[in-house]
């Protein structure tokens, strides 16, 4: 499936609506009970993916980290198939087996883990593979800026370097590592790290798609012609936290509430006969300064939706023509996954059906 | 004896140890976020976030541990322990060996294990029996709040390498942490266990020792054998059977690595029908290794073993019929009985 092109700003923006929306359908299912385990939606970060995906073309290969939907969204996947699956259905496109940390699609060759940083080397395994078997196509690869600190990502950097593979990792900056702050936890700075392996290194703001766009092309081009793996360095928000019911979210948004048992346990811990009194201040100046960045980035990440920002570059009745024929082709694959989950017998208290 | 959770009594216990011994330390993922009441009490120099860099944390812990301090080195679950296997297997467990028992090396991994919350194959797994293999490694996971805050208490006394196994199902913070609390159309009321999840623990904590089972129901007709959750799996299925007229002893193992051999033996000549049951993987691990037990003593009683045999599927349904769920416990039971 050739992706649009860059001059067709309203397949981008239909692009982009289809992620945001299939993904705004799968966090109310969450919440509906009908999602098992965790859900980590992809919000904030449409611009990024539909930058680097449209510049795909079937053969090249996407290995994923735990924001899969929006990629295999983009790329083509069937929504209710993804739909179903994320929500542990037989009939999903895994058979159930998958859920969103684990997404596969060997048609597409693109595939999620969620172990943070094994996109890097999974890429470069299908890197060598491309450039022994089907020259001119690329391998990608997605992780946060949080897995850059992962070694085996580390170690597929200099892989890629050094055997020059047709590569591009694409990091998607949103600040966070689930409830660190991941500068509290990184040393240096990210992209001269990645400039030091010698990967050509663009940085972009993620929520402009137009910059990812031009800057992914750049990348891949290169990486196509055998010139070499490069690194998209885009920076995002997570409006959404780290996955649904993020218990930094909900400090901030009910603070008087949450607040309480928390400080309730702070208390005690402060209390406590026996403890470190030296440090004790210093603990909660942690907490709070967590609890603060937390509450900043949730505001800036309301601010800057990349897929609102977009919507300008498109004219209004086109865009709104767009927002209802896609709001109807998710809206019925969401009620009809509804439908094919019903109420689960062991696991949800509520339904949720139909 | 004060009410507890699961989870809050090893944190207890943590406390107290680190309150006593100032070279107690914590680190590990967001470990400031989930344990905000250790860090508020002992402060970031003591309780510490690291990145996601496992094979690095978990290996500075032994190099830690070689030069005085007891890390408690949290890993977030067993699964992403396997991203740091090499500080595992090379060292934690070899380096007292290798210095001819000279080097003492006081380290704990704590981590994460289990399902029963459908999260997926890849963040469920148990993988006890893997770290079981190896030598001059304790393994622990225990099933009630006061055997936790024991074995974590004893864990971090313990001048060895201690894997502290915490069943996620049971803890109940960490179950909020990913997301529980905030949606009430999720109930866990049907699989987790009551029993397991909060229950009294003494004051001051007292240790537990590492190797020493502990009856949890007695039976004269079948012995079913398990760690962590499958205990309460095996209750309930002991349950079940004595409807029928049958009554089993349940043998909560508690620790992994040493196993508790005699009374491992002790049921089984008692009952002369033994079921094991492992929420870990059926090959290589547990199971085979209490069917081992009872051969090399020379028991004589029936045998059959319930364990995880596929990769865990996410589907609720699916991932219930791949546990070892008290349905499939009572078949293997009637098997026996029926022989
Ligand atoms: C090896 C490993 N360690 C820890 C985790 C738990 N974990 C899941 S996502 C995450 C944070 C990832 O941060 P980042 O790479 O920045 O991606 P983001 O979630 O911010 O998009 C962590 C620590 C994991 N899945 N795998
Ligand atoms: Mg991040």
Same mark, same amino acid.
């Given at each position: 499936m050739p992706g649009p092109k860059a001059s067709d700003p309203a397949s981008t923006y239909r692009m982009m609506v289809r992620m945001r929306l299939a993904e705004d359908h799968l966090v109310a299912a969450w919440a509906?009970?009908?999602?098992? $385990?965790?859900?980590?939606?992809?919000? #904030?970060?449409?611009?990024?993916?539909? =930058?680097?995906?449209?510049?795909?073309? /079937?053969?090249?290969?996407? +290995?994923?980290?735990?924001?899969?939907?929006? /990629?295999?969204?983009?790329?083509?996947?069937? /929504?209710? @198939?993804? &739909?179903?699956?994320?929500?542990? @259905?037989?009939?999903?496109?895994?058979? =159930?087996?998958? #859920?969103?940390?684990?997404? &596969?699609?060997?048609?597409?060759?693109? +595939?999620?883990?969620?172990?943070? $940083?094994? @996109?890097? /080397?999974?890429?470069? $395994?299908?890197?060598?593979?491309?450039?022994?078997?089907?020259?001119?196509?690329? +391998?990608?690869?997605?992780?946060?800026?949080?897995? &850059?600190?992962?070694?085996?990502? &580390?170690?597929?950097?200099?892989?890629?370097?050094?055997?020059?593979?047709?590569?591009?990792?694409?990091?998607?900056?949103?600040?966070? %590592?689930?409830?660190?702050?991941?500068?509290?936890?990184? *040393? *240096?700075?990210?992209?001269?790290?990645?400039? %030091?392996? =010698?990967?050509?290194?663009?940085?972009?703001?993620?929520?402009?798609?137009?910059?990812?766009?031009? +800057?992914? #092309?750049?990348?891949?081009?290169?990486?196509?012609? $055998?010139? #070499?793996?490069?690194?998209?360095?885009?920076?995002?928000?997570?409006? =959404?936290?780290?996955?649904?019911?993020d218990p930094l979210l909900r400090l901030t948004n009910n603070p008087i509430t949450e607040i309480g048992t928390l400080a309730n346990d702070i208390r005690r811990g402060l209390k406590a006969p026996r403890g470190s009194r030296a440090d004790v201040t210093q603990g909660l100046r942690e907490l709070t300064l967590r609890g603060g960045r937390a509450a900043r980035d949730r505001a800036r990440g309301a601010m800057r939706d990349p897929v609102r920002r977009f919507r300008k570059q498109v004219a209004h009745a086109q865009a709104a023509a767009i927002e209802t024929a896609e709001a109807e082709t998710m809206g019925t694959a969401m009620r009809t996954a509804r439908e094919m989950v019903g109420i689960r017998p062991v696991f949800g208290k509520q339904g949720g059906a139909g | 004896m004060t009410s507890m959770r699961y989870g809050e009594a090893v944190d207890f216990a943590l406390g107290e140890a680190m309150a006593d011994d100032s070279t107690v330390v914590t680190w590990g993922e967001d470990v400031q976020l989930i344990h905000y009441e250790l860090l508020s009490r002992f402060g970031p120099t003591r309780v510490l976030d690291t990145p996601i860099s496992e094979a690095a944390f978990v290996y500075a812990g032994v190099g830690a541990a070689m030069v005085g301090l007891r890390p408690v080195v949290e890993v977030m679950l067993v699964d992403f322990l396997t991203a740091a296997w090499c500080p595992v297997v090379n060292a934690a467990s070899k380096f007292h060996d290798f210095s001819g028992g000279r080097w003492t090396i006081p380290l704990v991994i704590r981590a994460r294990v289990g399902g029963w919350y459908a999260d997926g194959g890849q963040h469920s797994q148990a993988l006890w029996g893997m770290l079981a293999s190896l030598p001059s490694t304790t393994v622990v996971c225990p099933s009630t709040p006061d055997d936790a805050a024991g074995l974590m208490l004893s864990a971090v006394q313990d001048d060895g390498f201690v894997v502290f196994l915490e069943h996620k199902l049971l803890s109940e913070r960490f179950l909020d942490y990913l997301g529980g609390d905030s949606r009430n159309t999720v109930d866990f009321q049907d699989v987790v266990p009551a029993g397991g999840a909060i229950g009294d623990v003494p004051v001051p904590v007292e240790a537990v020792p590492f190797g020493s089972g502990r009856i949890r129901r007695e039976g004269e007709d079948l012995a079913l054998i398990s760690v962590g959750v499958g205990v309460h799996r095996c209750m309930e299925a002991a349950a079940e059977l004595a409807a029928e007229g049958v009554e089993a002893t349940v043998l909560d193992l508690r620790s992994v690595a040493p196993l508790d051999r005699e009374m491992i033996v002790e049921v089984a000549k008692r009952c002369g029908r033994v079921v094991a049951v492992d929420e870990d993987y059926l090959r290589g691990g547990l199971t085979g290794e209490i069917g081992a037990i009872l051969l090399e003593e020379g028991v004589e009683c029936s045998y059959d073993r319930v364990a995880v045999e596929t990769t865990i599927p996410l589907a609720p349904n699916l991932e219930h019929d791949a546990l070892p769920n008290s349905s499939r416990i009572v078949a293997a039971s009637r098997s026996l009985l029926e022989r």
């Open positions: 509906d009970g009908l999602v098992p $385990g965790e859900y980590h939606s992809g919000i #904030g970060e449409e611009a990024i993916n539909a =930058g680097v995906v449209m510049h795909l073309t /079937p053969g090249d290969t996407v +290995a994923l980290d735990h924001r899969s939907t929006g /990629p295999m969204i983009a790329r083509g996947v069937d /929504p209710l @198939s993804l &739909m179903l699956e994320v929500m542990g @259905s037989e009939e999903g496109m895994n058979r =159930g087996r998958a #859920g969103h940390m684990h997404l &596969m699609d060997p048609e597409l060759r693109m +595939a999620a883990d969620g172990i943070v $940083g094994s @996109s890097g /080397p999974l890429a470069v $395994g299908n890197a060598i593979a491309l450039r022994q078997l089907e020259e001119g196509q690329v +391998a990608i690869a997605f992780h946060g800026e949080a897995a &850059m600190n992962q070694g085996m990502l &580390m170690e597929a950097y200099n892989m890629a370097v050094a055997w020059q593979l047709p590569v591009v990792f694409v990091c998607k900056d949103n600040r966070w %590592s689930i409830t660190t702050y991941s500068a509290s936890v990184t *040393g *240096g700075n990210l992209v001269d790290r990645a400039r %030091s392996f =010698g990967l050509a290194v663009e940085t972009v703001r993620g929520t402009r798609h137009s910059d990812v766009y031009a +800057a992914a #092309g750049k990348l891949i081009r290169r990486a196509r012609a $055998g010139k #070499g793996p490069g690194l998209l360095y885009a920076t995002c928000h997570r409006p =959404g936290g780290h996955f649904e019911g | -």
